[in-house]
C-alpha cells in the first residue's frame, strides 16, 4: 500500500509550490492525484484564506514556475 499525505497537507504542498493559480485549480490537481474528499476537506473559509495567501506568495516568489531561458531578460 502507498503511503501518501492526507489531502490537506497534500493541498498545503500544491499551494506553497506555486503550481496552481488559485483553489479551484487547486482542487482540479487534487482531484487528478484521486483525493476524492477534496471539497469537504477544503469547504472551511479558514482553510480556503490559508491556502489562497500561500499560493500568491508562492507565485509572487517565483517557486514552482518555469524558469527563464538563460540568456533571456
Known sequence: MED????VERAFQIARSGAVANTSELRKQ?????????IQSLAGRSISTQLS???TEAR???SGLPEAPAGAS
Open 53 to 55: 495567501r500561500m499560493i
Open 4 to 7: 501518501r499525505p492526507g489531502v
Open 60 to 62: 509572487l516568489s517565483g
Open 30 to 38: 487534487l482531484a487528478a492525484e484521486g483525493y476524492a474528499d477534496t
